[in-house]
């Protein structure tokens, strides 16, 4: 089975084809990165306007690397919600139109389990059961995955997702939109034992997060290192971006083994955004080895929103039995 996958809810707009049997055939991917960078931060109505532009010639450019034609395909999978309205509808219904002029099924996927199971593209992908830690721009959520369309939430955050705390404190640091990768590049020139910044909610029990108070610590911080210009020298901001990194990535380590230790299972997954960010990724694989438990997360790009993880998760609920949707379906607030 060949399905089509089409992201488009939020400022990247995703395409790819995957096949049941043979994997990926094509992706592409076009960012609006640099349009939002301007007003540091996603402005929605020029982000659907953008896919509606993109949205076409990204389909046809898949074909042409899958090698194949609009007829080949046998299902169509969009992603449906959580996101912004006006952008998810744009991909909403050009995939359930296209569905409706090839005659094959269209099935509405939820984000975060593209995100989910983004990992399962990857050589050695994690086998269910697993825990997974979803960490974007939007979500903080430890999941116990027993199997496709399985899901328990184990924890989430109570305020910000752990990527928008990153998009924040770059902000202060006077960094670009979006701002975890360039946070991270900063934290790399910088001292991480100068400042020690909170580990947020993880001195009592329990699998929830709250990043809000880092942000606040991160602004204090910076203040208080001004001089009388009002400037803050390189070296310091360095020092402050590592601190608050150190601080996300500690917390977001120690509430994982918790879920690993309370459930018994033996694979961590990570991923959306922020399971791209190097210094997660080398704490967790040191946290996992201590527990006997092994770390999975996808390659970088499909880490970020992309069209790959929506063809895939369509094609297993499709396989799983979910029935293609008569309507367009949309939804900005879409519990998983
Ligand atoms: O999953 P994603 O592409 O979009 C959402 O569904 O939200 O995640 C985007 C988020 C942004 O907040 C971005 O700053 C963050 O992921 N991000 C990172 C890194 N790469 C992306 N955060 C920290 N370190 C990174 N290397
Ligand atoms: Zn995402």
Known sequence: MRVLGIETSCDETGVALYDSEKGLLGDALYSQV???AEYGGVVPELASRDHVRKLIPLIREVMTEAGLGLTDIDAIAYTAGPGLIGALMVGAS???ALALSLGVPAVSVHHMEGHLLAP??????P???FVALLVSGGHTQLVQVEGIGRYTLLGESLDDAAGEAFDKAAKMLGLDYPGGPLVAKLAQQGDRSRFTFPR???DRPGL???FSGLKTFTLNTTNANRDGAGNIDDQTRADIAAAFEEAVVDTLAIKCRRAI???GYRQLVIAGGVSANARLREKLEAVMKKE???LFYARPKFCTDNGAMIAYAGCQRLLAGQESDLTILARPRWPM
């Not at 399962?120 to 992908?125: K, N, Q, S, V, Y």
Request: no cysteine; net charge negative; aromatic share 8%.
């Open 34 to 36: 640099a349009m939002h």
């Open 94 to 96: 050009t995939g359930r």
């Open 120 to 125: 399962m593209l990857e050589e050695t992908p």
């Open 127 to 129: 086998e269910f059961p």
């Open 200 to 202: 947020p909610m993880t």
């Open 208 to 210: 929830d997060f709250s």
């Open 261 to 263: 230790q309370q459930t």
């Open 292 to 294: 006997r438990a092994q």
